[in-house]
């Protein structure tokens, strides 16, 4: 060694020639910087997507109002809209528009579309949060049961429940649920978020939020409380069974290949349990993959939500998009999507970060 090098190493100095470490920090930075400036791009791609493929059918006016009035009326109301200019002056300003909060406004009740994404915006992910829940409950124990019973009877049977799950239709096993629960035993409410009692109650609040449990809490009265999760049960059970199926093969699949390594292999030989392999050593492991695809699964869950929410009636996005495209509003359906391509794209950047921190690899 050089005495060059040898000073370098007395004072701490990175010794010529040899790479100096990254720091971990930097690489986290750098990480969170990189997925924050894709979340723009990917919006704007989907935004351009849901744009031209509703114009595919033709200007909102015309598909909304065709036949139903004469053509000059009907000429008349695409030219104050603007639905006769070129399409790329169109799109233009609808991308200037959408970043700046501008969705537009509804042709069916002349509503701004901003109005309609804030008042049933939170019913919808209310029941995306309700319905995550009822997917960690179900799929992650059942998973961990599949991996330690691998192989066997009780192995089989929670695969095949997992396919079910998820190749079940969400409004079939809502409409099974109502049959069951509502009708038959008559313990839970058929529909709806909340009965018209406790809707009252909490549309007297003076700072109400939208989101019916929080709105329950404020107001003192746990019959309000009971109502509201009540109605929520069936269409959460219903849409969290979803992702449920993909979580317990997740969790299944990766505690099984934890299980084959070398360091429980060694602690096998040690005369650990099965027990304390799978919960001191395989469940962590087994999270991580869950983690990194919620935000998949939180896409999955707002496709979902459009059937839940017709089946139970639930007042959400899910909701009015098929009253609007039934009515062949457009303009609310454009917004409405978009809308949705944008929570996708935000949870997938927070999921992200979370993957990050509890797996530093994922940073590099």
Known sequence: MSTFDTVSLAEGAPVSGRPKPRSQGGGFARYLLVRFLLIFPTIFILVTL??????????????KLGGQVPPEQLA???????FDRPLIVQYLEYIGQFFTGNFGTTITDNRPVV???????????????????????????????????????????????AILCYATPVFFSGLLLKLV????????????RASTGAQIQMEMLPNSTGFYTIDALMTGDPAVLGDVLS????????????????????????????????????ARSRGVSEYRLLRKHAYRPALIPIIT??????????GGAVLTETTFEWNGLGFQLVE??????????????????????LTN????????????????
């Open 50 to 63: 849901v744009f031209f493929m509703m114009r595919s059918t033709g200007d909102p006016i015309t598909a």
């Open 76 to 82: 008349e109301r695409i030219h104050a809209a603007g």
């Open 115 to 161: 109005e309609i994404l804030l008042t049933y915006g939170v019913a919808t992910l209310e029941l995306a949060f309700y319905s995550l829940i009822v997917a960690f409950i179900v799929g992650i124990p059942l998973g961990l049961v599949a991996a330690y019973f691998r192989d066997k009877g009780k192995d089989a049977g929670l695969r095949v429940f």
């Open 181 to 192: 629960f509502s009708v038959w035993l008559g313990v839970l409410p058929v529909a709806g």
């Open 231 to 266: 109605h929520a049960v069936l269409p959460a059970i219903a849409l969290g069974l979803l992702t449920a199926g993909v979580f317990l093969r997740l969790v299944r699949t990766n505690v099984i290949g934890t299980l084959t390594t070398d360091y429980v292999d060694a």
């Open 293 to 302: 695809v919620i935000g998949l699964q939180i896409a999955l869950l707002l």
């Open 324 to 345: 609007y495209i039934q009515a062949r509003d457009f303009v609310a359906v454009q917004g409405i999507v978009a809308l949705l391509a944008v929570i996708v794209a």
């Open 349 to 364: 950047f927070i999921v992200d970060i979370i993957a990050a921190f509890i797996d530093p690899r994922v940073r590099y």
